[in-house]
């Protein structure tokens, strides 16, 4: 499975960024998908998953509220809409997938290349 991120760029303060992932090799359907982020100087961290069969969506405590995880299986692709974005989102994302049915995701199987996001005035 090959996963392609893209979407980061340079946000303000209360500005939103929309992620996306294409994956190729595997249908999503089959797979847990999910959004990580890594920022400067701290480790890689769980952001939000979405369950491959009820489509429901988890996330972490930090951006309940201001981000949407979503996933389009026509084009087998998912989503990160992010609002309200603050200063401590800067990090680059990683796209993730798992064929562990796990909210959390505790085990990785596949990750894309990272996208930075840079929330600053």
């Known amino acids: 499975v090959q996963l392609q991120a893209s979407g980061g760029g340079l946000a303000q303060p209360g500005g939103s960024l929309r992620l996306s992932c294409a994956a190729s090799?595997?249908?999503?359907?089959?797979?847990?998908m999910g959004w990580f982020r890594q920022a400067p100087g701290k480790e890689r961290e769980f952001v939000a998953s979405?369950?491959?069969?009820?489509?429901?969506?988890f996330y972490v405590d930090s951006v309940k509220g201001r981000f949407t995880i979503s996933r389009d299986s026509n084009e087998n692709s998912v989503y990160l809409q992010m609002n309200s974005l603050k200063s401590e989102d800067t990090a680059v994302y990683y796209c993730?997938?798992?064929?562990?049915?796990?909210?959390?995701?505790?085990?990785?199987?596949?990750w894309g290349q990272g996208t930075l996001v840079t929330v600053s005035s």
């Open positions: 993730a997938a798992s064929r562990r049915n796990s909210a959390t995701m505790p085990v990785v199987d596949y």
């Open positions: 979405i369950n491959r069969i009820s489509g429901s969506a």
């Open positions: 090799g595997r249908t999503i359907s089959s797979l847990v």
